[in-house]
């Protein structure tokens, strides 16, 4: 699908603000070429499959009540991902304050499911095996060990293509202080990913 | 600005993931003379690569149904609750010119409570002000002979006997 100019979304946003059947419709196109990019960022920060989705949902219908207050000054992604950083960070203080649930307990809403599934590198889930290599594992393992800004600064990168200032713009932080966020985590995981940088494959040294 | 070897752009650009395969090519070439920038523009890349071939996150197929069905729920919510209101501001319309007329009359009420503690206050303070100062009465102002009197500066001898009689 060939990329819509960078003012389609703010389009969008202004048919959801007037609402009805045609803000129904281009709240389906958001979500539609969105979806990717915020579960990506969402499950790289809380690898939790299903809380992940529910998250995502939230994140697009915050969008939707929010709409009124969107202005097109700024591009849509970093408005967008400051909605998805937002509430993942109140997952995330949620989950601090309430560290009781039982990680056996199953999911209210899907009992096959437990309440919480963590990424584990050393133990590939059964239908993932065929999919996820281990230096997969090291990388997602190395980005989850970073400090929250460090992690969002990159993920932002990757997932929804911010410029230096979007991304401070959405960490709330100085054009200079970001350079510094990614600079400090990009050296972190190179230090971390050495053993593959070069060769190519995994080596443990 | 296009990234070159010449400014310090090039790091910001390739740490942002935003460089194309013919601009790596041209940074390899400036660079090659430059072994340590070299070396650091390929583990730059290098780690480009390892996070762009992260797999994806399974986005569940039904998520834009999901959200709609949400949007619907809560503006059917909204909806119900602004009827509840309605209804409610309906029903106690008949009341609304007793609730008005006893307000208006309990701010007049203490209108008027106000203006009398008021007045009562100042005929209290007038009172204590009578008591305490003792104006002669309007007689005393026909008795010309003790204005005159009050006029007459007192004689030097008195004070003679004014002191034998202080003496004991």
């Known amino acids: 699908m060939p990329e819509p100019p960078p003012d389609a979304d703010a389009a969008l946003m202004l048919r959801i603000k007037c609402g009805g ?9 958001l979500v539609e070429r969105w ?17 992940a989705e529910d998250l995502a949902q939230a994140v697009f219908v915050q969008l ?58 050393g133990a590939l889930a059964a239908d993932k095996v065929a999919t996820r290599t281990e230096l997969h594992a090291k990388v997602e393992a190395a980005l989850a060990g970073l400090p929250e800004k460090q992690r969002t600064a990159l993920l932002l990168c990757r997932e ?38 070069r060769s190519g494959e995994w080596n443990d040294e | 600005m296009e990234p070159t070897s010449e400014n310090s752009d090039w790091l910001d650009q390739v740490q942002t993931g935003w460089v194309s395969s013919e601009v790596a090519s041209r940074l390899r070439r400036e660079l090659c003379q430059r072994p340590r920038e070299l070396s650091r523009l390929e583990d730059e890349l290098a780690l480009n690569g390892l996070l762009e071939q992260l797999p994806d996150a399974v986005v ?60 009562q206050n100042l005929a209290d303070s007038v009172t204590v002000v009578s008591r305490t100062v003792a104006v002669p009465g309007v007689e005393y102002l ?13 004689q030097p001898g008195d004070l003679e006997l004014i002191a034998a009689l202080a003496t004991p």
């Open chain 2, 142 to 154: 026909q008795d010309f002979d003790a204005i005159q009197l009050l006029r007459t500066p007192s």
């Open chain 1, 160 to 197: 929804g293509e911010l410029s230096y200032e979007e991304i401070a713009s959405v960490l709330d932080t100085s054009l200079q202080a970001t350079k510094s966020i990614i600079h400090r985590a990009r050296e972190v995981l190179r230090a971390r990913l050495k053993p593959y940088l």
């Open chain 1, 21 to 29: 059947g045609d803000g129904a419709d281009a709240m389906r196109d």
């Open chain 2, 60 to 119: 569940p197929s039904n998520l834009a149904s999901r959200v709609l069905d949400e949007i619907r729920r809560h503006e059917a919510n909204a909806e119900r609750s602004a009827r509840g209101t309605q209804r409610w501001f309906n029903v106690t319309r008949i009341f609304h010119p007793a609730i008005i007329t006893m307000l208006v009359a309990f701010a007049l009420g203490g209108w008027w409570q106000f203006r009398m503690r008021d007045r």
């Open chain 1, 64 to 121: 939707w009540k929010t709409a009124e207050r969107y202005r097109p000054s700024a591009r849509f992604s970093t408005y967008l991902f400051t909605i998805a950083r937002n509430l993942t960070l109140n997952e995330v203080r949620r989950r601090a304050r309430h560290p009781a649930d039982s990680i056996d307990a199953s999911h209210p809403e899907d009992e096959d499911h437990p309440l919480r599934q963590f990424a584990d590198p």
């Open chain 1, 35 to 51: 979806q990717q990019p915020v579960m990506n960022f969402i499950y790289r920060t809380l690898p939790d499959a299903i809380e």
